[in-house]
């Protein structure tokens, strides 16, 4: 009996669902890996291009170059973020620990000023500071925050063989989706039910949009941050990456 192309075409549409259904209880977890792979694919697409015609059509190189690319753009910023933030971290700790162990001479002027003007102030003249009641209270906040801290460390250090899943995945989908991207597009245009004119033109408007997206929110956070940084550095607040 000869199947009808409608009751194929719906049949195979139903076993497509299904396997996304599938696939999303299974790789819910990576989900976020997926899509971002995905942004960084379409984004990097003209490097990529531009790569191949230096290597002659050849993918291989291309991709490879592309990939050294993308991970120079991500983690040149993520690695000095983290050395200026360890480093403002350690500066901190450094002299917490003078204040608070080695036990200043600053912080016995200060208290003694504070002191001072406490007994200049009406009903405010029995209350005296000690440095003991301040290193005591230093003491109590930098604990919870010493505990948070290591528990945070302990933290990353289990999510460890995660975090190596995901970037397997990441640059699994990266290096099959350069070489093969015509291939999937067609691949899309060909499961969908619309013209591929009209595939193409919502394909077009998707990545234009994404682009835009993208941009925009690197635009606007560089900004935020530039802006936050300058008054923080006018105002001479310490530490403020820490």
Do not use: C
């Amino acid at each position: 009996m000869k199947i009808r192309t409608e009751e194929g075409r719906t049949f195979f549409y139903f076993l497509l669902l299904a396997a996304f259904v599938v696939s999303y209880f299974l790789l819910q977890d990576y989900l976020a890996t997926i899509v971002f792979s995905v942004v960084v694919v379409v984004m990097f697409k003209p490097a990529f291009d531009l790569f191949r015609k230096w290597f002659r059509g050849r993918e291989t190189p291309a991709t490879l170059a592309t990939v050294v690319l993308i991970s120079l753009t991500l983690l040149i910023p993520l690695f000095l973020i983290i050395n200026i933030t360890v480093n403002q971290a350690i500066e901190f700790q450094q002299q917490l620990s003078t204040l608070v162990v080695g036990k200043n001479v600053n912080l016995t002027n200060v208290i003694t000023h504070i002191n001072r003007l406490l007994a200049s102030v009406p009903y405010l003249d029995r209350y005296q500071l000690t440095e003991a009641e301040i290193v005591e209270n230093v003491r109590g906040i930098v604990e919870p925050v010493a505990t948070f801290l290591a528990n945070k460390a302990v933290s990353i250090g289990s999510s460890s063989a995660e975090w190596v899943a995901k970037i397997i995945i990441f640059l699994s989908i990266i290096a099959v989706l350069f070489p093969g991207y015509e291939r999937f597009i067609q691949l899309l245009k060909d499961l969908s039910p619309l013209d591929d004119r009209l595939d193409q033109r919502y394909i077009d408007r998707m990545t234009v949009m994404t682009k835009s997206m993208v941009k925009g929110v690197f635009i606007i956070a560089f900004v935020q941050g530039v802006v936050t940084g300058i008054f923080f550095w006018i105002a001479g607040v310490p530490y403020v990456l820490f």
